[in-house]
């Protein structure tokens, strides 16, 4: 491969839904070595394998070790083995919501313990450019809509907790050693998949999130969709948020460390969004489009502690990193759609193949 690589970041949490994208854009970027860490609780060794296969690179541009953010000795072990990193993408961790209210020590200790052994560890190797996966969940329930970055913490879960607690303890680190040169990203609501249908959201068990749980009814995993709440204030009465394609969200991280390379920002947080709200209805309809098919579904009760509507000013991304969303709901249902369709059951199944020829 005739190219120059100069730049090595390492990506925590790599082989995950978001990681796995971004990774695929950093090497088509053709400015990256990427090295990914990931313990593959709620992730495939199989996204990074098929990664290489869509970008076709080299066997050194592309690393994978199987390593925990908590395991002080074996991330010490990664970075000595490769002391080109520069910079660190920082997906690792534990996601659901619900999880997270019945197990919050567990979330603790993964997202908040694991990120300061992580920090300990670049800083440790000097290495101060360091890309934060946040959410949205850090705002808590609206005050005001579009969301904006300077807009009330106030996270009301676990998980989202954990997220803001990592956000300050990040703004604590830029405040006593301003070498640190931090960009915060907090997205809003990924769905998706590549374009190729090789990758995309495989969760274990039952989907938290509303769209592999769609994928999964069009497959036929599932029997129906519950839609939590048809009597909001919204134009059908569901509820309505800003969905982001994964394509997109994955370009965000490489205008971020592009950023970072460039500039020094300090530690500034920064909405990955739309900018625009969909409705759960809308969403729902936009894979039936895209299957051919009307999606099953029935009207359930409100979830404690949702909210109507929210979406993101996503006019700092723009402005700081040259960036916006550019992909819309048909294109998020129908690359979806190849995703599962083409990947009933995830990574798994092509797994469960291999083995069984063998």
Same mark, same amino acid.
Request: net charge negative.
């Given at each position: 491969?005739?190219?120059?690589?100069?730049?090595?970041?390492?990506?925590?949490?790599?082989?995950?839904?978001?990681?796995?994208?971004?990774?695929?854009?950093?090497?088509?970027?053709?400015?990256?070595? +990427?090295?990914?860490?990931? %313990?593959?609780?709620?992730? !495939?060794?199989? !996204?990074?394998?098929?990664?290489?296969?869509?970008?076709?690179?080299?066997?050194?541009?592309?690393?994978?070790?199987? =390593?925990?953010?908590?395991?002080?000795?074996?991330?010490?072990? @990664?970075?000595?083995?490769? $002391?080109?990193?520069?910079?660190?993408?920082?997906?690792?961790?534990?996601?659901?919501?619900?999880?997270?209210?019945?197990?919050?020590?567990?979330?603790?200790? =993964?997202?908040?313990?694991?990120?300061?052994?992580?920090?300990?560890?670049?800083?440790?190797?000097?290495?101060?450019?360091?890309?934060?996966?946040?959410?949205?969940?850090?705002?808590?329930? $609206?005050?005001?809509?579009?969301?904006?970055?300077?807009?009330?913490?106030?996270?009301? %879960?676990?998980?989202?907790?954990?997220?803001?607690?990592?956000?300050?303890?990040? /703004?604590? =680190?830029?405040?006593?050693?301003?070498?640190?040169?931090? #960009?915060?990203?907090?997205?809003? %609501?990924?769905?998706?998949?590549?374009?190729?249908?090789?990758?995309?959201?495989? $969760?274990?068990?039952?989907?938290?999130?509303?769209?592999?749980?769609?994928?999964?009814?069009?497959?036929?995993?599932?029997?129906?969709?519950?839609?939590?709440?048809?009597?909001?204030?919204?134009?059908?009465?569901?509820?309505?948020?800003?969905?982001?394609?994964? +394509?997109?969200?994955?370009?965000?991280?490489? *205008?971020?460390?592009?950023?970072?390379?460039?500039?020094?920002?300090?530690?500034?947080?920064?909405?990955?969004?739309?900018?625009?709200? @969909?409705?759960?209805?809308?969403?729902?309809?936009?894979?039936?489009?895209?299957?051919?098919?009307?999606?099953?579904?029935?009207?359930?009760?409100?979830?404690?502690?949702?909210?109507?509507?929210?979406?993101?000013?996503?006019? #700092?991304?723009?402005?700081?990193?040259?960036?916006? *969303?550019? #992909?819309?709901?048909?294109?998020?249902?129908?690359?979806?759609? /190849?995703?599962?369709?083409?990947?009933?059951?995830?990574?798994?199944?092509? +797994?469960?193949?291999?083995?069984?020829?063998?």
């Amino acid at each position: 491969m005739n190219r120059a690589i100069f730049r090595t970041v390492l990506v925590t949490g790599g082989a995950g839904y978001i990681g796995s994208h971004t990774c695929l854009e950093l090497l088509e970027s053709k400015t990256y070595k +990427v090295v990914v860490i990931d %313990n593959l609780d709620n992730s !495939s060794e199989e !996204s990074i394998k098929r990664v290489q296969q869509l970008t076709a690179c080299g066997k050194d541009d592309l690393v994978f070790r199987n =390593c925990d953010i908590r395991d002080r000795r074996r991330l010490k072990a @990664v970075l000595d083995e490769f $002391p080109n990193i520069s910079s660190c993408i920082h997906f690792a961790g534990l996601k659901a919501v619900g999880e997270s209210v019945s197990k919050p020590l567990m979330y603790y200790d =993964c997202n908040v313990g694991g990120t300061v052994q992580l920090l300990e560890q670049l800083n440790n190797k000097g290495i101060k450019n360091f890309v934060f996966s946040s959410s949205a969940t850090v705002y808590g329930e $609206p005050e005001m809509l579009p969301l904006v970055e300077t807009a009330r913490l106030q996270a009301t %879960n676990p998980y989202g907790r954990t997220k803001l607690f990592i956000e300050e303890i990040l /703004r604590d =680190c830029h405040a006593s050693d301003d070498s640190w040169n931090t #960009l915060i990203l907090r997205y809003f %609501n990924p769905i998706g998949a590549h374009p190729s249908g090789k990758i995309g959201e495989d $969760p274990q068990g039952i989907p938290n999130n509303l769209m592999p749980f769609v994928a999964q009814v069009c497959v036929g995993r599932r029997e129906k969709l519950s839609v939590f709440g048809d009597d909001y204030d919204t134009p059908d009465g569901t509820g309505v948020r800003d969905y982001i394609h994964v +394509v997109d969200l994955a370009k965000g991280h490489v *205008a971020a460390l592009e950023k970072l390379y460039s500039d020094q920002v300090g530690c500034r947080a920064v909405n990955l969004g739309t900018g625009q709200g @969909v409705s759960v209805l809308e969403l729902v309809k936009g894979m039936g489009k895209a299957t051919g098919k009307a999606v099953p579904y029935e009207i359930s009760p409100r979830r404690p502690g949702d909210v109507a509507t929210v979406y993101a000013d996503a006019s #700092l991304a723009q402005e700081l990193l040259g960036w916006k *969303a550019e #992909l819309g709901v048909d294109a998020m249902c129908e690359d979806t759609w /190849r995703w599962q369709s083409t990947n009933p059951n995830g990574y798994q199944q092509q +797994v469960q193949d291999i083995e069984s020829e063998q």
